[in-house]
């Protein structure tokens, strides 16, 4: 009975007590590591990021080699705390399966149902959680389990963050099996095109790896956009939480577009307000107007309005907002520009492949053609590679960068080049990477769009941007001499009609690249 039971221990979790033993053992390397770099041995081994204390050794500074081997550890640290997920989602998922082995499977549902709610409260008290966040917990172990292998093999050897692990967890819910494999080994293999070392989402913040998992979720979502779009406009609604200091927030779902429009309506008004005898923020404008509009006395929306069930029945209306104060009887039709890349066969109807909403992400072909069909002035359409899927190098060779180049930094930066940054396009600076004084140049590979903050930071700090390319923005060199790479866009192959080959080049298909892009 014993052996029996030991040979099917496994079934109680992955690996059973062999593969949570190698879990610990995973963190105990990392503790010996960190006990190494503190103790006068080498730097953090294998560590591409790490490296500095060898460097520093030589120099006889014993601050400059603290600093350097607190970065080491700090680099060990966190390697450190994703083996300790991993072990406590083995745990995790070793108690649930081993509860589950010792129920009587002639029990009836309600019976089951106790069993869970039971197993749940169990979880929470020794993790001193609430229930629903061990519930959550829960679901998070047994998704990395049962459908997301590679993601638990690199959290226990510390490849990627315990936070990117929920990432990739929760955008992966709702596809089927062969999705799932997909979006996992694109973000976690190195080899595939845009990963970094050991993934894309081994090098970037949580933060910037959402977006970029769900845009890639859209893109190969097995169940068209165009459904899924449609259940979320039926569920558009408007959300109301107290906060303290008698503050509350307020937040709208609404269609990509529209969503999109009034943030950068919004955020144009605001600058606009902006100067030296304004006191107020961007921030504090930004609510100002928004609050103003929305309590503003007027009409409601017409008859037609209430009764549209898609959310773009009033969209080509035409504006609506003539100040802060207005009424609004429709979708305000946005005047802040907006960058939409459509793939050419998408925008003529060959294809249902997505857009990409600047900002935003993947957007349902039927709204990318009804934007550039209306003629929305501030919209401004952006027509992709139908061999490579990215745009095509607008330069001019001149100190004075030309709108058509800032456009094209923003489709290859997407948002600020800086590690981490969220800062999108529209709030960023162009600038030259080396200075025009010393002798750079006003081309793509010599330009970058930082943030205020980070334009800042250039000039003010050792913080230098590494070259760019004319698909791929600058890296950093921090004061520390760690190089850090910037996050790349994700460009893809747009999708062929039926009965046209990618290899080859019709006169139909020249006639209309040449007509779409002279327009």
Same mark, same amino acid.
């Given at each position: ?51 500095? =204390? ?47 082995? %010792? ?13 869970? %709610? ?6 929470? *008290? ?21 459908? /997301? ?43 595939? #095109? ?91 404008? %930004? ?31 035409? #504006? ?33 492949? #997505? ?5 935003? +992400?993947?957007?349902?072909?039927? %709204? ?14 952006? /027509?992709?590679?139908?061999? +490579? ?26 948002? *600020? ?27 793509? =590979? ?74």
């Amino acid at each position: 009975m014993e052996s029996e039971a030991a040979g099917s221990e496994a079934t109680w979790g992955v690996g059973g007590r062999a593969g949570i033993l190698a879990a610990v053992a995973s963190v105990a390397g990392f503790v010996d590591e960190l006990v190494r770099v503190f103790a006068g041995g080498s730097a953090v081994s294998g560590s591409s990021d790490a490296g500095s =204390s060898d460097a520093l050794a030589g120099g006889g500074d014993p601050l400059r080699v603290f600093a350097g081997d607190c970065l080491d550890g700090l680099a060990v640290q966190r390697k450190l705390e994703a083996a300790a997920a991993a072990v406590k989602v083995l745990l995790v998922d070793g108690h649930i399966g081993a509860v589950a082995a %010792m129920e009587d499977p002639a029990a009836g549902p309600e019976w089951a149902k106790g069993r869970q %709610m039971a197993s749940v409260a169990e979880v929470a *008290c020794v993790l001193t959680i609430g229930e629903r966040a061990a519930s959550t917990l829960i679901g998070e172990a047994q998704a990395l389990t049962s459908s /997301l292998p590679a993601a638990l093999d690199a959290l226990r050897v510390g490849e990627v963050s315990w936070q990117n692990t929920r990432v990739l967890v929760d955008e992966s819910t709702g596809l089927d099996p062969a999705a799932t494999t997909a979006l996992e080994q694109h973000f976690l293999n190195p080899d595939a #095109p845009g990963a970094g070392p050991g993934g894309v989402a081994g090098v970037l913040p949580p933060a910037r790896l959402r977006p970029k998992v769900r845009s890639w979720r859209e893109r190969h979502h097995p169940e068209l956009i165009e459904k899924r779009h449609a259940r979320g406009v039926a569920a558009r609604r408007m959300e109301y939480a107290p906060d303290r200091d008698a503050m509350a927030w307020i937040s709208i779902y609404l269609p990509a577009d529209q969503a999109n429009a009034a943030w950068n309506r919004t955020r144009a008004l605001a600058r606009g307000l902006q100067g030296p005898n304004e006191p107020r923020t961007l921030p504090q404008l %930004m609510a100002d107007i928004s609050a103003t509009a929305l309590l503003a006395t007027g009409h409601a929306p017409n008859a037609d309005a209430r009764n549209d069930t898609t959310g773009h029945g009033a969209a080509s209306a035409g #504006p609506h907002v003539h100040g802060p104060g207005a009424a609004l009887a429709g979708p305000p039709v946005p005047r802040a520009q907006v960058l939409v890349t459509v793939p050419v066969f998408s925008l003529l109807g060959l294809t249902e492949e #997505p857009a990409v909403l600047d900002g935003h +992400g993947p957007i349902p072909a039927s %709204m990318a053609r009804r934007l550039v069909a209306g003629g929305a002035d501030s919209f401004y359409r952006v /027509l992709v590679d139908p061999r +490579g899927g990215a745009p095509l190098e607008i330069g001019r060779k001149s100190y004075r960068i030309p709108e058509a180049m800032r456009r094209w930094l923003r489709l290859r930066d997407g948002t *600020c080049p800086f590690p981490g940054c969220s800062n999108h396009s529209l709030d960023n600076e162009a600038d030259h990477l080396l200075a025009w004084h010393h002798g750079g140049t006003t081309g793509i =590979s010599n330009l970058a769009q930082p943030c205020p903050k980070h334009h800042k930071l250039k000039h003010t700090s050792a913080w230098t941007p590494a070259p760019a390319t004319k698909n791929e923005p600058p890296g950093w060199i921090s004061p520390a001499g760690r190089r850090y790479t910037s996050e790349h866009q994700d460009w893809e192959p747009p999708h062929w009609p039926p009965d046209i080959l990618p290899s080859e080049r019709s006169f139909l298909e020249e006639i209309l690249e040449e007509h779409l892009f002279a327009r």
